[in-house]
Protein backbone atom coordinates (compact mmCIF):
# COMPACT_ATOMS: atom_id res chain seq x y z
CA UNK A 1 0.00 0.00 0.00
CA UNK A 2 1.30 3.16 -0.55
CA UNK A 3 2.23 5.79 2.08
CA UNK A 4 -0.33 8.11 1.61
CA UNK A 5 -2.70 5.25 1.55
CA UNK A 6 -1.86 4.27 5.12
CA UNK A 7 -1.77 7.56 6.27
CA UNK A 8 -5.36 8.14 4.80
CA UNK A 9 -6.52 5.17 7.03
CA UNK A 10 -4.40 6.35 9.69
CA UNK A 11 -6.44 9.47 9.65
CA UNK A 12 -9.60 7.11 9.33
CA UNK A 13 -8.71 5.11 12.74
CA UNK A 14 -8.03 8.07 14.61
CA UNK A 15 -11.58 9.32 13.84
CA UNK A 16 -13.36 6.51 14.90
CA UNK A 17 -17.01 7.56 16.81
CA UNK A 18 -17.61 7.51 20.00
CA UNK A 19 -21.14 9.45 19.66
CA UNK A 20 -19.63 13.02 19.28
CA UNK A 21 -19.83 13.28 15.34
CA UNK A 22 -15.90 13.26 14.99
CA UNK A 23 -16.35 11.08 11.74
CA UNK A 24 -18.98 13.55 10.30
CA UNK A 25 -16.53 16.29 11.36
CA UNK A 26 -13.14 14.84 10.02
CA UNK A 27 -14.66 14.73 6.35
CA UNK A 28 -14.18 18.04 5.67
CA UNK A 29 -10.79 17.80 7.23
CA UNK A 30 -9.75 14.89 5.41
CA UNK A 31 -5.77 15.14 4.10
CA UNK A 32 -4.59 17.57 7.21
CA UNK A 33 -2.70 14.34 8.32
CA UNK A 34 -0.44 14.10 5.52
CA UNK A 35 -0.11 18.09 5.43
CA UNK A 36 0.80 18.17 9.04
CA UNK A 37 2.96 15.28 8.56
CA UNK A 38 4.79 16.35 5.77
CA UNK A 39 5.30 19.59 6.93
CA UNK A 40 7.14 18.37 10.39
CA UNK A 41 9.04 15.88 8.16
CA UNK A 42 9.97 18.24 5.60
CA UNK A 43 11.52 20.63 8.24
CA UNK A 44 15.49 20.55 9.60
CA UNK A 45 14.94 21.09 12.14
CA UNK A 46 11.01 21.24 13.72
CA UNK A 47 11.33 24.09 15.92
CA UNK A 48 7.69 24.09 17.87
CA UNK A 49 5.22 24.99 20.55
CA UNK A 50 2.33 22.63 21.16
CA UNK A 51 -0.20 23.47 23.31
CA UNK A 52 -2.59 21.51 25.35
CA UNK A 53 -4.73 21.33 28.82
CA UNK A 54 -8.24 21.57 28.70
CA UNK A 55 -9.55 22.06 32.62
CA UNK A 56 -12.59 20.70 33.99
CA UNK A 57 -14.16 22.95 36.43
CA UNK A 58 -16.94 20.87 37.53
CA UNK A 59 -14.67 17.48 38.18
CA UNK A 60 -14.30 16.00 41.35
CA UNK A 61 -11.83 17.17 42.19
CA UNK A 62 -11.19 20.15 39.44
CA UNK A 63 -8.14 19.09 37.29
CA UNK A 64 -7.14 19.02 33.25
CA UNK A 65 -8.18 15.92 31.43
CA UNK A 66 -6.80 13.05 30.21
CA UNK A 67 -6.98 13.96 26.71
CA UNK A 68 -4.43 16.44 25.04
CA UNK A 69 -1.30 15.90 27.30
CA UNK A 70 -1.11 12.42 26.28
CA UNK A 71 -1.10 13.27 22.50
CA UNK A 72 0.85 16.69 23.10
CA UNK A 73 3.97 15.13 24.92
CA UNK A 74 4.05 11.77 21.96
CA UNK A 75 3.94 15.07 19.53
CA UNK A 76 6.53 17.04 21.37
CA UNK A 77 8.66 13.68 21.74
CA UNK A 78 8.51 12.46 18.12
CA UNK A 79 9.92 16.15 17.13
CA UNK A 80 12.80 15.82 19.57
CA UNK A 81 13.80 12.16 18.18
CA UNK A 82 13.84 13.87 14.52
CA UNK A 83 16.10 16.17 16.03
CA UNK A 84 13.86 19.28 16.62
CA UNK A 85 13.01 21.28 19.32
CA UNK A 86 9.47 21.37 21.48
CA UNK A 87 8.14 23.11 24.60
CA UNK A 88 4.54 22.10 25.91
CA UNK A 89 2.46 25.63 26.63
CA UNK A 90 -0.18 25.09 29.15
CA UNK A 91 -2.20 27.56 31.75
CA UNK A 92 -1.66 27.72 35.46
CA UNK A 93 -5.09 25.27 36.08
CA UNK A 94 -3.82 22.55 33.76
CA UNK A 95 0.15 22.70 35.06
CA UNK A 96 0.24 20.19 37.37
CA UNK A 97 -1.16 17.44 34.86
CA UNK A 98 0.78 18.69 31.73
CA UNK A 99 4.15 18.84 33.83
CA UNK A 100 3.37 15.57 34.97
CA UNK A 101 3.08 14.19 31.37
CA UNK A 102 6.23 16.37 30.18
CA UNK A 103 8.22 14.15 32.58
CA UNK A 104 7.72 11.35 30.39
CA UNK A 105 9.97 12.99 27.93
CA UNK A 106 13.34 14.64 30.47
CA UNK A 107 14.16 17.66 29.36
CA UNK A 108 10.91 18.43 27.63
CA UNK A 109 10.55 22.88 28.87
CA UNK A 110 6.91 23.24 29.73
CA UNK A 111 5.49 27.15 29.48
CA UNK A 112 3.24 28.00 31.87
CA UNK A 113 0.69 31.04 31.46
CA UNK A 114 -0.69 32.89 34.60
CA UNK A 115 -4.37 33.14 34.31
CA UNK A 116 -3.23 37.09 36.15
CA UNK A 117 -1.02 39.04 33.96
CA UNK A 118 -1.15 36.57 30.92
CA UNK A 119 -0.47 39.97 28.61
CA UNK A 120 2.62 40.77 30.40
CA UNK A 121 3.45 37.02 30.42
CA UNK A 122 2.63 36.39 26.30
CA UNK A 123 4.26 39.83 25.25
CA UNK A 124 7.68 38.72 27.08
CA UNK A 125 7.22 35.57 24.91
CA UNK A 126 5.89 36.60 21.71
CA UNK A 127 9.48 37.47 19.87
CA UNK A 128 10.57 34.24 20.54
CA UNK A 129 7.24 32.41 19.74
CA UNK A 130 7.83 33.89 16.09
CA UNK A 131 10.70 32.23 14.90
CA UNK A 132 9.22 29.24 15.86
CA UNK A 133 8.83 26.54 12.39
CA UNK A 134 5.39 25.25 13.98
CA UNK A 135 2.69 25.69 16.58
CA UNK A 136 0.65 22.50 17.87
CA UNK A 137 -3.04 22.86 19.23
CA UNK A 138 -3.67 19.50 21.10
CA UNK A 139 -6.81 19.61 22.59
CA UNK A 140 -6.44 23.52 23.74
CA UNK A 141 -10.14 25.14 23.92
CA UNK A 142 -10.30 27.99 21.94
CA UNK A 143 -12.91 31.06 21.62
CA UNK A 144 -16.01 30.81 20.42
CA UNK A 145 -18.11 33.19 18.35
CA UNK A 146 -18.76 35.31 21.56
CA UNK A 147 -14.93 34.71 22.29
CA UNK A 148 -15.59 32.95 25.44
CA UNK A 149 -13.89 29.29 25.96
CA UNK A 150 -16.86 26.50 26.51
CA UNK A 151 -16.66 22.84 27.24
CA UNK A 152 -19.14 20.69 25.26
CA UNK A 153 -21.79 21.32 27.77
CA UNK A 154 -21.68 24.72 26.63
CA UNK A 155 -20.30 26.09 29.96
CA UNK A 156 -18.14 29.26 30.03
CA UNK A 157 -14.80 28.35 31.18
CA UNK A 158 -12.91 31.78 31.03
CA UNK A 159 -12.17 31.80 34.62
CA UNK A 160 -9.85 28.70 34.63
CA UNK A 161 -8.43 29.41 31.03
CA UNK A 162 -5.67 31.40 29.77
CA UNK A 163 -5.85 33.25 25.95
CA UNK A 164 -3.02 30.88 24.32
CA UNK A 165 -5.14 31.24 21.25
CA UNK A 166 -2.90 34.57 21.31
CA UNK A 167 0.44 33.37 21.00
CA UNK A 168 -0.71 29.77 18.66
CA UNK A 169 -2.02 32.63 16.22
CA UNK A 170 1.25 34.89 16.63
CA UNK A 171 3.66 34.66 13.85
CA UNK A 172 4.06 32.94 10.57
CA UNK A 173 4.35 29.32 11.59
CA UNK A 174 2.41 26.32 10.25
CA UNK A 175 -0.25 25.50 12.49
CA UNK A 176 -1.41 22.19 13.05
CA UNK A 177 -4.88 21.75 15.08
CA UNK A 178 -5.97 18.78 16.47
CA UNK A 179 -9.78 18.02 18.27
CA UNK A 180 -12.34 15.99 18.65
CA UNK A 181 -15.58 18.06 19.68
CA UNK A 182 -15.62 21.26 17.57
CA UNK A 183 -14.39 24.12 20.63
CA UNK A 184 -10.65 23.60 19.92
CA UNK A 185 -7.93 25.35 18.46
CA UNK A 186 -7.87 24.60 14.89
CA UNK A 187 -11.62 23.90 14.80
CA UNK A 188 -12.50 28.05 12.81
CA UNK A 189 -11.36 25.68 9.66
CA UNK A 190 -14.29 23.39 9.60
CA UNK A 191 -17.62 24.65 8.33
CA UNK A 192 -19.83 26.57 11.01
CA UNK A 193 -22.90 24.95 10.03
CA UNK A 194 -21.73 21.58 9.99
CA UNK A 195 -20.35 22.00 13.88
CA UNK A 196 -23.67 23.30 14.72
CA UNK A 197 -25.59 19.73 13.11
CA UNK A 198 -23.29 17.54 14.97
CA UNK A 199 -22.15 18.72 17.84
CA UNK A 200 -24.60 19.70 20.66
CA UNK A 201 -24.90 23.25 21.54
CA UNK A 202 -22.32 23.24 18.43
CA UNK A 203 -23.02 27.14 17.00
CA UNK A 204 -22.38 28.08 20.27
CA UNK A 205 -19.34 26.37 21.57
CA UNK A 206 -16.94 26.19 18.19
CA UNK A 207 -13.98 27.56 18.03
CA UNK A 208 -13.30 30.12 15.47
CA UNK A 209 -9.56 29.70 15.59
CA UNK A 210 -8.83 27.80 12.23
CA UNK A 211 -5.22 26.12 11.54
CA UNK A 212 -3.45 25.32 8.25
CA UNK A 213 -3.98 21.54 8.86
CA UNK A 214 -6.56 20.31 11.26
CA UNK A 215 -6.55 16.41 12.47
CA UNK A 216 -9.96 15.58 14.44
CA UNK A 217 -9.95 12.36 16.34
CA UNK A 218 -12.72 10.55 18.32
CA UNK A 219 -10.34 11.58 21.01
CA UNK A 220 -7.23 14.03 20.70
CA UNK A 221 -4.76 11.93 22.04
CA UNK A 222 -5.70 9.44 18.95
CA UNK A 223 -5.17 12.11 15.91
CA UNK A 224 -1.77 12.90 17.44
CA UNK A 225 -0.65 9.23 17.50
CA UNK A 226 -1.90 9.19 14.13
CA UNK A 227 0.60 11.65 13.59
CA UNK A 228 3.17 10.48 15.05
CA UNK A 229 2.70 7.29 12.90
CA UNK A 230 2.72 9.66 9.91
CA UNK A 231 5.85 10.78 10.82
CA UNK A 232 7.35 7.63 11.35
CA UNK A 233 5.96 6.42 7.87
CA UNK A 234 7.37 9.28 6.27
CA UNK A 235 10.67 9.41 8.28
CA UNK A 236 11.58 5.53 8.46
CA UNK A 237 15.29 6.74 8.88
CA UNK A 238 14.24 6.91 12.36
CA UNK A 239 13.24 3.62 13.88
CA UNK A 240 12.74 5.12 17.56
CA UNK A 241 9.31 6.83 16.26
CA UNK A 242 7.51 3.56 16.66
CA UNK A 243 8.13 3.22 20.24
CA UNK A 244 6.17 6.25 20.93
CA UNK A 245 3.78 4.19 19.35
CA UNK A 246 3.45 1.35 21.55
CA UNK A 247 -0.20 1.21 23.80
CA UNK A 248 2.12 0.13 27.08
CA UNK A 249 3.57 3.95 26.16
CA UNK A 250 0.51 5.65 26.63
CA UNK A 251 -0.91 3.21 29.16
CA UNK A 252 2.47 4.56 31.93
CA UNK A 253 1.99 8.07 30.86
CA UNK A 254 -2.00 7.74 31.63
CA UNK A 255 -0.99 6.14 34.69
CA UNK A 256 1.55 9.30 35.58
CA UNK A 257 -0.85 12.07 35.05
CA UNK A 258 -3.71 10.28 36.85
CA UNK A 259 -1.79 10.36 39.91
CA UNK A 260 -0.89 13.75 38.99
CA UNK A 261 -4.87 14.30 39.24
CA UNK A 262 -5.77 14.04 35.65
CA UNK A 263 -9.90 13.53 35.68
CA UNK A 264 -11.52 11.79 32.71
CA UNK A 265 -13.43 14.58 30.76
CA UNK A 266 -16.48 13.48 30.28
CA UNK A 267 -16.91 11.58 33.97
CA UNK A 268 -15.06 13.93 35.61
CA UNK A 269 -13.36 12.14 38.13
CA UNK A 270 -9.69 10.75 38.09
CA UNK A 271 -9.90 7.18 36.61
CA UNK A 272 -7.30 5.30 34.04
CA UNK A 273 -9.51 6.32 31.13
CA UNK A 274 -10.44 9.11 27.96
CA UNK A 275 -13.10 10.73 27.14
CA UNK A 276 -15.24 7.61 28.83
CA UNK A 277 -13.34 4.99 27.08
CA UNK A 278 -11.75 2.38 29.76
CA UNK A 279 -8.20 1.58 28.81
CA UNK A 280 -9.23 -1.38 26.85
CA UNK A 281 -11.82 0.52 24.25
CA UNK A 282 -9.49 3.89 24.27
CA UNK A 283 -6.72 1.01 23.44
CA UNK A 284 -8.10 -0.12 20.52
CA UNK A 285 -7.16 2.60 17.83
CA UNK A 286 -3.88 3.36 19.21
CA UNK A 287 -3.16 -0.85 18.44
CA UNK A 288 -4.36 -0.33 15.08
CA UNK A 289 -2.39 3.19 14.39
CA UNK A 290 1.12 0.82 15.29
CA UNK A 291 0.42 -2.65 13.27
CA UNK A 292 -0.42 -0.27 10.34
CA UNK A 293 2.73 1.58 10.77
CA UNK A 294 4.10 -1.87 11.26
CA UNK A 295 2.58 -3.75 7.97
CA UNK A 296 4.07 -0.68 6.22
CA UNK A 297 7.38 -1.56 6.65
Known amino acids: MPIEETIAELERVAAREVGRGSEALAAPAAGGLLAAARSLAAAAAPDAAVFTGFFIPGAEPPAAETDGPLGAVQIAAALRVLGGRCRIVTDEPCAPVVEAAAAAAPGLPVDVAPLRGYEEWAAAL ?39 DRLYTSGSAYRIGIGDGGNELGM ?30 GTSNWAAAALVGALSLLRPDVPQLRTLLEPAWSYDLLTAIVRAGAVDGVRRRPTLSVDGLDWPAYAEPLTRIAELVREAR
Do not use: F, K, Q, W
Not at 145 to 164: F, K, S, W, Y
Open 126 to 164: LPEYGRLTHLVACERVGPGVDGRPRNMRGEDIGAHTAPL
Open 188 to 217: GLLPADLIGRVVASGERIRCVVGADALLVG
